[in-house]
């Protein structure tokens, strides 16, 4: 919800205190990285999903 209103920042910080991440957390946060043209950060968030293997 942060990312879809420009905090960006705010919906970050708040994914990082997921204790279990899946692949609906790692979308939203992808998904509000393209909409605000983050888009190196959104790769950064897909392969951290890779690495994590959530994908």
Partial sequence: MYC???R?????QLFQN???RD???YTALIGGCVQHA????ALD???NMQRENKS
């Fill in 4 to 6: 879809k209103c420009g």
């Fill in 8 to 12: 960006v920042e705010n919906g970050h």
């Fill in 18 to 20: 997921i204790k279990e």
């Fill in 23 to 25: 692949v609906v957390s």
């Fill in 38 to 41: 983050l888009f190196l950060e």
């Fill in 45 to 47: 968030v897909f392969n």
